[in-house]
């Protein structure tokens, strides 16, 4: 079965494009926000010792979470897909994302 051809890119407008594994990651993100909230709420579960954190303490450690996301799949970028000569002449270019 040959490998299907899909374009990586879900709606391009101007330099600004939305891939299919931004939204997968966005998703994600928001799924596992909406469950482990629903988690600390859910007070049967928290009977015999009150919940490891408050639902707004989950609200900003998603954020640091989606930041880390973000942060860690573009550092392995250019660890695993960017030459090290490149990257050591030109050091800024790590920070370039939209490349």
Known sequence: MPFPNIDPILVQLGP???RWYALAY???ILLGWR???GLLRNTAL???RPAPFTPEQMDDLILWIAIGVIGGGRLGHVLFYTPLSQTLADPLS???VWE
Do not use: L, M, N, S
């Open 46 to 48: 928290w009977t015999h």
């Open 16 to 18: 600004f494009a939305i």
């Open 94 to 96: 790590i920070f370039r």
């Open 26 to 28: 966005v998703a994600g």
């Open 35 to 37: 469950y482990a909230t």
